[in-house]
Nanobody, 115 residues
Framework: QVQLVESGGGLVQPGGSLRLSCAASGSIFSIYAMGWYRQAPGKQRELVAAITSGGVTNYANSVKGRFTISRDNAKTMVYLQMNSLKPEDTAVYYC?????????WGQGTQVTVSS
């Protein structure tokens, strides 16, 4: 069983940056591929970025070149560095395994990009 707690969201102006953190419990965290997902109002949850246990990453086209996912297996943490934020990045952001497990969704962290 893995428990995931997201943090680091907030209100930021267009063009700004935020760094999201995901704290994971569970002794076998390091073998899981992990992902950051987001859900905007009225839209389905979507994958933003994923990282394998070995550090291979992939990104949604909409965030390529702006977002960077990383992980620290020793600290059982996953991060999402978000730069050049746009209003369309506004959403609740979640971390989960990749592919996601239904019972691992946490409360997420709200990111609002607005002037």
């Amino acid at each position: 069983q893995v428990q995931l707690v997201e943090s680091g969201g907030g209100l930021v102006q267009p063009g700004g940056s935020l760094r999201l953190s995901c704290a994971a419990s569970g002794s076998i965290f390091s073998i899981y591929a992990m992902g950051w997902y987001r859900q905007a109002p009225g839209k389905q949850r979507e994958l933003v970025a994923a990282i394998t246990s070995g550090g291979v990453t992939n990104y949604a086209n909409s965030v390529k070149g702006r977002f960077t996912i990383s992980r620290d297996n020793a600290k059982t943490m996953v991060y999402l560095q978000m730069n050049s934020l746009k209003p369309e990045d506004t959403a609740v952001y979640y971390c989960n395994r990749h592919p996601p497990r239904p019972n691992y969704w946490g409360q997420g962290t709200q990111v609002t990009v607005s002037s």
